[in-house]
């Protein structure tokens, strides 16, 4: 397969590498080819099942036979009601600017919740800062890093990012909602303090990954109908079923979205949210080795076939976004593989089995793959798509080594 270079810099993006400016550091990507028929069709055959699924929940609704269980509007990006952004400007950001931490107030009490930078500032509050004090405290204002996004990504990139970090964008605002909703199902005071931290920073992530994607300048699309489908079914999903939902299938998503972007320019915090979301995957772990489940909730035909339900609109999810992956340069079949290859680990490890197992889940995927490329790439090379690893940055490979350690591609 030939890779082709493009410039991508708004100040020289419409000429050809060589005659790129001196000194211009402009992004530059191996753009994948793609088949125009099968990108067409794929968007043809999501439009008329998203128009089938969205009407037939719009009339259960209001017959009250069920219907969409979200009070969210993905296409305006929000939840019913509005942004409200002087609420969370009034609670969410001032809370956050008051939240005291045990450690200073009653260290005798035994919390370590501090961080490194709140302790040394701390100490030196009484003193005079430094210059390197000053400079790292400066942050960048919203039209400098506007202008740094045009400058490294021409409109057409910009708008794959935003169609790509959008997908797990909306699983946000499920993730606020189901997380929230396991409130009630988890039982002791720890469980419960542990998921309310998690409720925190799914409201945080919505937000945050709100603004940042409106710092790209492109409009930020709709839900899929295979996002829809998904999201509104974990939502959906009873008891402690929605731990594999959520914490295992959306979050494992999550964590494999940002282990992707993080180490692109203008993306680095998203190796944060990459960090938190290896601790919400860790939750069930953690919970069921104090409340497991019993061997029929792991066995059970249903609830096997349950979980295996959840995570087929999530495999749709994945030539869906090839068009936009491509522009990036990433093989969507490639990080497809990975992801399933995670939660299929986590799954596993957490008692949550399905009626495929790995390994013939696995064999089965790169086929199915691999059929799809053949019919649509140039001289394509069977490939162990599943044994791939999408994950590009060091911190980012660090962490999820530590939590796929003992178990091997």
């Avoid at 305006?76 to 008051?98: C, P, T, V, W």
């Avoid at 489908?229 to 929605?242: C, F, H, P, S, T």
């Avoid at 190796?271 to 069921?288: C, I, K, M, V």
């Avoid at 599943?386 to 530590?402: C, F, I, M």
Wanted: proline share 4%; aromatic share 10%; charged share 25%.
């Amino acid at each position: 397969m030939t890779s082709v270079m493009f410039p991508a810099c708004e100040g020289c993006y419409t000429v050809t590498p060589s005659r790129c400016k001196e000194g211009c550091k402009c992004m530059r990507f191996d753009k994948i080819p793609t088949s125009g028929k099968a990108i067409a069709a794929g968007k043809a055959i999501e439009f008329a099942v998203n128009q089938v699924v969205r009407q037939y929940d719009n009339i259960a609704a209001k017959l009250h036979l069920g219907g969409r269980a979200a009070a969210y509007d993905d296409s305006r990006y929000e939840f019913i009601g509005g942004a409200q952004d002087n609420i969370r400007k009034k609670h969410y950001d001032k809370s956050l600017r008051l939240l005291w931490k045990a450690e200073e107030k009653a260290p005798w009490l035994g919390f370590k919740d501090c961080t490194a930078a709140e302790k040394h500032l701390s100490n030196m509050a009484m003193q005079s800062m430094s210059q390197d004090e000053r400079d790292a405290c400066r942050q960048i204002t919203l039209p400098e890093f506007k202008k740094k996004l045009r400058k490294h990504y021409s409109p057409k990139e910009r708008s794959a990012i935003v169609n790509i970090l959008a997908t797990i964008g909306h699983g946000e605002a499920y993730a606020w909602l189901v997380s929230s909703s396991l409130l009630s199902d988890v039982k002791s005071t720890g469980a419960r303090t542990a998921l309310t931290m998690q409720v925190l920073e799914e409201a945080k992530h919505f937000v945050v990954l709100r603004e940042l994607l409106y710092a790209f300048d492109v409009d930020v699309p709709r839900q899929s109908v295979w996002e829809y489908i998904l999201l509104e079914n974990v939502l959906k999903a009873k008891g402690l079923e929605k731990f594999f939902g959520m914490n295992i299938l959306v979050e494992g998503i999550a964590l494999s979205f940002f282990g992707l972007m993080s180490t692109l320019p203008g993306l680095e915090i998203l190796q944060s949210f990459h960090l938190d979301e290896s601790r919400h995957t860790a939750l069930p772990g953690n919970y069921l080795q104090e409340f497991p489940l019993t061997s029929w909730q792991k066995i059970s035909p249903r609830a096997q076939w349950k979980r295996l339900r959840l995570i087929l609109p999530a495999l749709a999810l994945i030539p869906n976004l090839e068009e936009h992956m491509a522009e990036l340069g990433f093989d969507t079949f490639e990080f497809g593989g990975s992801t399933v290859r995670k939660i299929s680990i986590l799954a596993q490890r957490n008692g949550f089995f399905m009626l495929l197992p790995p390994s013939l889940l696995f064999a089965l995927l790169d086929t199915v793959f691999n059929a799809y490329c053949q019919l649509f790439r140039q001289q394509h090379q069977f490939q162990r798509f599943t044994r791939a690893e999408s994950t590009r940055g060091s911190p980012e490979l660090g962490v999820e080594k530590k939590i796929f350690l003992t178990h091997s591609a």
